[in-house]
């Protein structure tokens, strides 16, 4: 088809042109404004959640054990007594916590290796790839089950085994958009300009991919919720008393088939929200950055 | 194609030499004295000592991935300390519950979510097309073991339509004459009608557990392929041919869109085999998943090592298999092998 | 008897929805196709031609519609017909043969299959005899071997003769209108002239009418009746080939005919009349320092691939001259042993097909890659021997420099021109500083004729003769001694390419440049170039000053390129082009 956009009227800089198109995005699609709120309320929980709660989430209160919702207690309280409510607002700091410290790491991990592959060849790209290949012929949370075992049943631990499950995923994104533009025009022509292939590297290929690996970060935000709540869920890495969603949905399983719904059911949906939020976040932002991939 | 079925073949090896690498590398990472690990906390010190040299702890890393290789050549996968049996043996016994499982599970979810992202690709703007959209992506964020939490309560607490989530069968019940250890396979052979329902009713559940959690992905990668494959240019030649809308759709597009749905099957795979795992724990059924998760609260390791290990060998063959369907699809890979 | 158009469309509007609102594709034309004619609707990116094929059929995008006016095909108003019977017309009725053959065929299904599955559709075969007409129709379209043929997949086969299969699936149901959308854009110039021929012979005997879009005024006027030529959207000038070639009326015809490359014109005649003082502000003009001493001297330089990392094309046509394993060459020579010599000031054309081994020539010159064998002497020197990588940080970097053919590949999205333009100056000259920089780049921009108000602007926001005169400065930044131009003006606009070529030419001048332009195109290098190399399968089959070679060929390859070009003939009887021989 012919080529249809009408001449662009001069923009001060790249940056305001993607605001503008941002702009549009949320207004096509307000449920990525939606989210967008949703991922503030959450940073504002984990963040300040732990000073505001209203009760002590480790203190337990035999007397008011089983309670269901009400005026006092928001989300009941658990066998224990403790204040559903509060355990779940104090969770999110933990939750938060694991999803950033593994995503910030494998995308260290996983987006350098990955670059360095798709751009040079050779032995980087073999050696990364089998890496990565031998990662992705255990089903992965079953890597991750195995990892925790065998390393031991920390925080850190889990952050680790999520980090490197998630390895191949981000070092293969990055390895085909640094390989997509090893040959491009612009590449070339930085050679002839006396560009040395590391300076090629740092200056001209990862900031163009820098939209796309943000955008796979915030997906996989959700997924390492996910992925250390099942863990915990199966009593890996996060410990009682702690507070943290996968292990109270854990902890109020057996509740659940008699009845008393509440100890299972806030943490769960907790854990639906945000990583429903974090999913959300990624598309919109991903149809920000690349209109070309929207699903 | 026979060339081609070895090549697939042959680039499976590499994998298995990783898988098995990874998991002898993974029993010897163990924190502290692997020997006192696989010994169990109320072990002695002769106890742990004996442990240690039949372990062979005591030799070069080398010689001991020498034996490893051995042991696992002849099916040993050492022995469960909770059971006293061969991990080899239980896992055996255990494996059809948990493929049965995961098998229903997929057939649901492919049965709604492909025709569900055709729909949604064909009919843009639409109402389907909106709710293929929000379920992919609320699909993909519903932890599985809450989703089958909620089974549990509403159609079992609240509506007392299901059964109580304890395993394959009732009390009352004992399962069919062994053929292939799949209870609905096998009451049907046996023509029990009262077993084979018996049967249906508990796996209902567990297996609309999983069939959610695999239907977003599924879904969304269905939509997300038929529309590329509707606007490429073939299809507008299809369209400028006059072609009836059946044949454009069904013909043309979706044979073409199925090609990416097949490789994301096997990463489906991936997360289907570990959503096993949690799916067992709520619904206390017997498949080797919750025969990990046991052996790991009681500390018990070679049930977990060996757990890693079949599962990652199935993935292996199933993945080794879609490759081979992928080359029966698509006409490129297979001829230009 | 009068003579009702087969087709008649009046005051055609059509109207996208975009981003920024509603856009009009096509505004207010008028035009009518009688039985038998070829019209020929010509334009530049942008113009609207295939938007207003694509109404004619109604298979525009979701986002486009027909906002005004009738498309009367026989008496039934496309723009207002069922969805049903327009169905019945498409393939049946009108059809359409598209740009790109190969990714128009269902990849994954056999090309005899497609054909059966029209015939089907409109009950012109029964399943008994469908396949026996497919094979009779693969043959009708000059297939070789079309009983085989039958079951190949797409990616088995040329362009050409994905061409082929395209033209015998519009064809199948004798059609009385064929509507060819860009057909031979993408093919080489001999495969081209092929299809034409074969397109308007087959129209001919079936007495169908056709319409013609493409970019190429001579291409139009070669084989259509008349002419519409079309600028935003609208009909500017409608008239018989004849008129439309040797006496234009209209402004923008004019400068799209005076900006057509060919032969008896020389580059300033391409510029539109207004435009043609020579361009401004040049620097002083640079005393070259040895006329005709050799800069760039090539022995037999080879290059070898081996085979395992090549395409299935040249395998796959063994495949089907012979059944059965038979020894392959390991190694495939993309370049095979080329020898020629560029001299000061001289500008040499380097020519050939895709595939001929011309543009990895030149990567080898300006040493991007590494050759295999041969010697590359630039100024005495033999930097053949210099590993790419090292070579990037070499002072001799500066001395060769090279002009891209796509502008937006070859600009990184995420610098500005400004920056891209600055790129080799901070890397490889003495000078520092930000003022300094940003100084040089703007005489750069002046050079180039790049209004200075677009340096901060990005690629995405300039147009395609924006981008070609910032990869211009880029590459005279250093004032580089050989500049070598691969495809410059391959993707522009032809009214824009002629711009862009007076200034290279402009700028050779000044700045006593030798360049080496790489082209597929003929007339474009007998515009720039007073030496040409004809190349072919990694060869050089001929060279010499380029009017000998374009008058008097020795070559037979030479004389077949140039046969191959458009020649508009306004002979009394328009002689019929002779019946090819099947094509293997």
Redesign the interface.
């Known amino acids: 088809?012919?080529?249809?956009?009408?001449?662009?009227l001069?923009?001060s800089s790249?940056a305001g042109?993607t605001f503008r198109h941002a702009r549009?995005v949320i207004s096509e699609n307000p449920v990525t404004g939606v989210a967008f709120g949703l991922f503030v309320l959450i940073v504002l929980a984990a963040v300040l959640g732990p000073a505001l709660v209203p009760y002590d989430p480790l203190a337990s209160n035999t007397d008011a054990a089983l309670k269901p919702p009400s005026v006092q207690h928001w989300f009941g309280t658990d066998q224990l007594g403790r204040d559903v409510f509060s355990r779940v607002v104090v969770a999110a700091q933990l939750d938060f916590f694991i999803a950033v410290a593994s995503v910030a790491l494998v995308f260290v991990m996983g987006g350098l290796a990955g670059v360095a592959a798709g751009f040079f060849g050779g032995w980087t790209d073999r050696i990364v790839g089998?890496i990565a290949?031998?990662i992705?012929?255990?089903?992965?949370?079953?890597?991750?089950?195995?990892?925790v075992?065998?390393?031991?049943n920390t925080v850190q631990n889990i952050i680790l085994a999520t980090a490197i499950i998630n390895f191949p995923l981000y070092a293969r994104a990055a390895r085909a958009e640094a390989n997509v533009r090893r040959e491009?025009?612009?590449i070339?022509?930085?050679?002839?300009?006396?560009?040395?292939?590391l300076r090629i590297l740092l200056t001209?290929i990862l900031?163009?991919i820098m939209p796309i690996m943000i955008v796979q970060m915030s997906l996989t935000m959700?997924y390492a919720i996910?992925n250390a709540?099942?863990l915990s869920?199966?009593?890996?890495g996060v410990r009682p008393p702690t507070a943290e969603w996968?292990i109270m949905?854990?902890d109020g399983?057996a509740f659940?088939?008699?009845?008393e719904?509440w100890i299972?059911?806030f943490p769960?949906?907790a854990?639906?929200t945000a990583?429903?939020c974090f999913?959300?976040l990624g598309?919109g932002l991903r149809d920000i950055v690349d209109p070309q991939r929207r699903? | 194609m026979l060339r081609m079925t070895l090549k697939r073949l042959l680039m499976a090896v590499p994998s298995l030499v990783g898988v098995v690498i990874v998991t002898f590398l993974l029993t010897r990472a163990l924190p502290g004295d692997p020997a006192a690990y696989f010994a169990g906390p109320a072990a002695t010190k002769e106890a742990i000592e004996q442990i240690r040299v039949s372990l062979g702890l005591d030799k070069p890393l080398i010689i001991q991935f020498g034996r490893y290789l051995g042991d696992l050549a002849r099916g040993d996968l050492g022995n469960s300390l909770t059971t006293g049996q061969p991990v080899g043996k239980e896992i055996r016994e255990r494996l059809p519950a948990s493929a049965e499982l995961t098998l229903l599970g997929l057939v649901l979810s492919i049965s709604i979510a492909v025709p569900l992202g055709i729909l949604a690709a064909t009919r843009p703007g639409s109402l389907i097309d909106h709710a293929c959209r929000v379920l992919a992506t609320a699909g993909v964020s519903l932890p599985v073991f809450f989703t089958g939490l909620i089974l549990v309560y509403v159609f079992y607490y609240l509506l007392g339509w299901a059964p109580a989530p304890l395993g394959r069968l009732d009390v009352f019940y004992s399962p069919p004459p062994q053929v292939t250890g799949f209870y609905l396979i096998d009451s049907a052979i046996a023509r029990d009608g009262e077993l084979f329902l018996a049967s249906l009713k508990q796996l209902i559940l567990p297996a609309a557990t999983l069939g959610i959690f695999s239907l977003a992905p599924i879904a969304r990668m269905t939509r997300a392929s038929m529309l590329a494959v509707l606007a490429s240019d073939f299809v507008r030649t299809a369209r400028a041919s006059g072609l009836a809308p059946y044949t454009v759709i069904v013909t043309y597009a979706f044979r073409n869109a199925m090609i990416p749905v097949v490789t994301t099957l096997g990463m489906v795979f991936s997360f289907l085999l570990g959503a096993n795992v949690l799916v067992e724990k709520v619904f206390a059924w017997p498949g080797i998943g919750s025969f990990a998760v046991e052996a790991l609260i009681a500390s018990d390791f070679a049930p977990v090592q060996g757990f890693v290990l079949t599962m990652a060998v199935m993935y292996v063959a199933l993945n080794l298999m879609i490759d081979i369907l992928y080359g029966l699809i698509d006409p490129r890979v297979r001829i230009e092998a | 008897m009068t003579a009702i158009p087969l087709l008649d469309v009046r005051d055609l509007t059509v109207e996208f929805t975009t981003r920024r609102g509603i856009v009009r594709a096509v505004e207010h034309i008028d035009i009518t196709i009688a039985k038998g004619e070829t019209v020929g609707i010509v334009g530049e990116s942008g113009s609207g031609k295939s938007v207003t094929s694509y109404a004619v059929m109604r298979i525009l995008d979701r986002a486009g519609r027909i906002a005004e006016g009738s498309v009367l095909f026989s008496n039934i108003d496309v723009a207002s017909a069922d969805e049903d019977v327009l169905r019945d017309l498409r393939g049946r009725e009108i059809s359409m043969i598209f740009q790109n053959p190969r990714a128009a065929l269902n990849p994954i299904r056999k090309v005899g299959r497609q054909i059966e599955d029209v015939l089907l559709q409109h009950v012109q075969a029964t399943h008994t005899d469908a396949t026996q007409k497919t094979i009779e129709l693969l043959d009708q379209v000059r297939i070789a071997q079309p009983r085989e043929r039958y079951h190949a997949y797409p990616f088995e086969l040329s362009g050409g003769m994905c061409q082929r299969v395209v033209i015998a699936l519009a064809l199948a149901c004798r059609p009385q209108l064929l509507i060819a959308d860009e057909p031979t854009t993408g093919l080489d110039v001999t495969t081209q002239k092929v299809v034409m021929d074969l397109i308007a012979e087959l129209t001919r005997e079936r007495g169908m009418s056709t319409i013609l879009i493409t970019h190429d005024l001579g291409l139009a006027a070669t084989y259509c009746d008349r002419v519409a030529v079309m600028e935003k959207g609208r009909v500017v000038e409608s008239a018989s080939a004849r008129s439309i070639f040797t006496t234009p009326v209209d402004r923008y015809t004019r400068k799209l005919m005076r900006a057509t490359p060919r032969p008896g014109v020389s580059l300033r005649d391409l510029l539109p009349e207004e435009d043609a003082a020579p361009a401004t502000a040049i620097v002083a003009k640079f005393a070259p320092k040895d006329d005709r001493a050799p800069l760039l001297v090539v022995q037999k330089l080879v290059k070898e691939y081996s085979r395992k990392s090549l395409d299935g094309f040249s395998g796959v046509l063994g495949k089907f001259v012979r059944r059965g394993p038979a020894p392959e060459p390991e190694t495939f020579r993309a370049v095979d042993g080329v020898s020629f010599t560029v001299r000061r000031g001289e500008s040499v054309g380097l020519v050939g097909e895709s595939g001929c081994g011309k543009s990895t020539t030149s990567a080898m010159v300006m040493r991007l890659i590494d050759k295999s064998a041969g010697t590359i002497v630039f100024d005495g020197e033999d930097i053949g021997e210099i590993p790419p990588k090292e070579f990037a940080k070499l002072p001799m970097r500066k001395r060769i420099q090279m002009v891209f053919q796509d502008p937006t590949d070859s600009l990184n999205p995420r610098f500005t021109a400004a920056r891209a333009i600055a790129d080799p100056i901070l890397r490889l000259s003495e000078i520092k500083g930000r003022d300094a920089v940003r100084a040089r780049c703007e005489e750069l921009a002046r050079q180039v004729g790049l209004p200075l108000d677009l340096l901060d602007r990005f690629p995405h926001q300039l147009s395609g003769g924006q981008k070609a005169r910032v990869g211009i400065a880029r590459a005279i930044a250093l004032h580089p001694e050989l500049l070598i131009l691969d495809e410059p003006t391959a993707a522009l606009d032809v009214s824009v390419q002629a711009v862009v070529l007076n200034l290279l030419q402009d700028l050779k001048q000044s700045l006593g440049m030798s360049y080496l332009f790489v082209s597929h195109d003929l007339n474009v290098v007998r515009l720039l170039c007073g030496r040409v190399l004809v190349m072919r399968a990694g060869k050089i089959v001929e060279e010499g000053p380029t009017e000998r070679v374009l008058v008097a060929p020795e070559a037979q390859y030479t004389r077949d390129l140039l046969a191959a070009i458009p020649r508009p003939n306004f002979a009394p009887a328009r002689a019929r082009p002779e019946r090819l021989t099947a094509t293997p």
Request: aromatic share 10%.
């Open positions: 088809m012919t080529d249809l956009a009408p001449r662009s001069p923009q790249a042109a549009y089998r290949d031998t992705m012929a255990f089903p992965l949370f079953v890597l991750a089950m195995g990892i075992a065998a390393l031991g491009a025009g612009f070339l022509a930085a050679r002839l300009s006396g560009n040395g292939e001209q900031p163009n959700g996910l709540a099942g869920f199966i009593g890996l996968g949905v854990a399983a659940m088939i008699s009845g719904w299972a059911f769960g949906a854990l639906m990583v429903f999913n959300l598309d699903t």
